[in-house]
C-alpha cells in the first residue's frame, strides 16, 4: 500500500456534473463560446502574434526538435532574458515555467530546519513546495485594508526568527494585484542582507503594472526571481520560464534539476521571437488591460455589498470581495460558468479567506469583459443572501 506524501496536495474541488477536475477544465477548455477569466492567460496577442508563430513554425520546419536543446536554455533566449529584467550581472537557467522555478528555488535554498514567510491569500502550491523542504510555512494573513493587502515589511519582521530562511513576495500579488513601492523592496532587501536570508520575488505578473521594481536590484545575492512566459507573453501553453539569481544559486539549482536534457525548443523560438517584439506590444497589452479593469469597477460598483479590496490591480487579475452580499464565492463561480463564463472561487488561492472573494482575470477582449460585467451583475441579485 502506498503511503500519502505529508506534502501532498490537497484534492481539488470537482463541480458538479464531472469526473475530476481535469474532466472540468477539458470541458471547459474545448468549449469555443467559453470566457475564460478563470485562469490568469492572456489573449491579447490573437491576431498580433505573426512573428512568434512564424518563428516556431520555422523551428518546426527545420526538423531539429529532433534533438535535445541545450540543457540549460539558448544562449541567446538567456541573454534576452536578463536584459528585459536589466539583471545582467546575475545568473539564469531556462525552464518549463516559472511554478517549476519556484520548485527549485524552495528545493535549493532550504533545510529541514528552516521556516518560510508566505502571504494569505497567494498562490498556494508554492507554499506547497515549501513545506516539502521546510519545516514550517508561516502564512502571514494579509487580506486587511490596514496593510493594503499585501505582505509588508512590518508583519515580516513580526514574523520572522532566527530560523526563516525564505520570504516569498508575490509581486503583483496573485489573486489581488497588490504590488510594492520602489521604498518597500529597499525595505525588504535591507531584512535579507541584515538576516542573511533569501526573498523570493515571483515576478510572474510583473509587466501588467506601470511601475514594477525588482527585488535582484538592491539584494542581488539574496534573491531569487521567478520569470514566466505565461502571461504578459501570452504563452502559458507552451510552458516556458526562468530563474534568476547569483551563481552560488544557480549551480545548486543545477544540481537538482529532474529534467537535464532541455526545455521545449519550439516554445524557446516563440518566446526570443516575443521578447525581440516586446517593445512593439507591451503598451498596447498593457493599456487594454488596465481598460479592462474599469469596465469590472462599473459593473461592481452597481452591486451593494460588493467591493474590490485592490483597485486598481497591477496585475491582470482582481479579487472581488462578495462577503457584504452574503454570497459563496463558489456559488458565483458556479452560477457564472452556466453563463458561460469561466471565474475561480477564492479558496483555489486562500484556505482562509477564500470564502470571502472571487477572483476574475482579464487579459482578454474587451468585449468578452463587458459580457461578465452584464452577468455579474445579474448573478449579484439572483445570489445575494444580505
Known amino acids: ?73 539558448f544562449t541567446e533566449l538567456q541573454s534576452l532574458i536578463l536584459k528585459d529584467l536589466g539583471l545582467e550581472d546575475l545568473s539564469i537557467y ?41 519545516n514550517e510555512v508561516r502564512q502571514v494573513k494579509i487580506y486587511s485594508e490596514e496593510n493594503n493587502y499585501k505582505l509588508t515589511p512590518k508583519l515580516v519582521r513580526e514574523n520572522m526568527d532566527e530560523n526563516t530562511r525564505v520570504i516569498l513576495l508575490i509581486d503583483p ?27 523570493l520575488h515571483d515576478v510572474t505578473y510583473r509587466d ?60 524557446q523560438a516563440g518566446a526570443l521571437a516575443a521578447l525581440k517584439s516586446k517593445d512593439e506590444w507591451i503598451d498596447r497589452v498593457r493599456d487594454t488591460t488596465f481598460e479592462n479593469q474599469k469596465i469590472i469597477k462599473e459593473a461592481v460598483d452597481q452591486c451593494e455589498g460588493v467591493f474590490l479590496p485592490v483597485y486598481p490591480s497591477s496585475a491582470n487579475m482582481m479579487g472581488i470581495d462578495l462577503s457584504g452580499a452574503g454570497i459563496d464565492p463558489e456559488a458565483m463561480s458556479s452560477y457564472l460558468i452556466e453563463k458561460k463564463v469561466f471565474t475561480r472561487q477564492g479558496s483555489y488561492t486562500s484556505n482562509t479567506f477564500g470564502h470571502n472573494y472571487l477572483r476574475v482575470s482579464y487579459s482578454i477582449d474587451p468585449e468578452k469583459v463587458k459580457v461578465f460585467a452584464r452577468e455579474f451583475v445579474l448573478a449579484v441579485e439572483a445570489l445575494r443572501t444580505k
Not at 234 to 251: F, H, N, T, W, Y
Open 173 to 199: 500579488l496573485n489573486p489581488l494585484g497588490s504590488s510594492y513601492t520602489e521604498e518597500e523592496i529597499k525595505e525588504f532587501a535591507e531584512i535579507a542582507i541584515e538576516n542573511d536570508i533569501f526573498l
Open 1 to 73: 500500500m502506498i503511503q500519502k506524501k505529508k506534502y501532498a496536495k490537497a484534492a481539488k474541488i470537482i463541480p458538479d456534473g464531472y469526473e475530476s477536475a481535469n474532466h472540468f477544465f477539458e470541458a471547459v477548455f474545448k468549449d469555443k463560446e467559453m470566457i475564460w477569466m478563470g485562469q490568469n492567460t492572456n489573449e491579447l496577442h490573437i491576431g498580433h502574434n505573426e512573428d512568434v508563430h512564424k518563428a516556431m513554425i520555422d523551428c518546426i520546419g527545420s526538423d531539429e526538435y529532433c534533438k535535445y536543446p541545450p540543457p540549460e536554455g
Open 208 to 267: 501588467f503594472a506601470y511601475n514594477h521594481t525588482l527585488c535582484a536590484k538592491y539584494a542581488p545575492n539574496n534573491t531569487i526571481t521567478c520569470y514566466s512566459f505565461s502571461k504578459i507573453f501570452g504563452m502559458a501553453g507552451l510552458r516556458l520560464g526562468a530563474i534568476i539569481s547569483s551563481a552560488e544559486v544557480i549551480d545548486v539549482v543545477k544540481s537538482i534539476i529532474i529534467n537535464d536534457v532541455g526545455t521545449n525548443m519550439v516554445a
Open 94 to 134: 531556462v525552464n518549463a515555467g516559472a511554478t517549476e522555478s519556484l520548485y527549485l528555488a524552495m528545493n535549493a535554498v532550504l533545510s529541514p530546519e528552516d521556516n518560510v514567510i508566505t502571504p494569505d491569500p497567494g498562490y498556494l502550491i508554492i507554499d506547497n513546495f515549501a513545506s516539502r523542504f521546510a
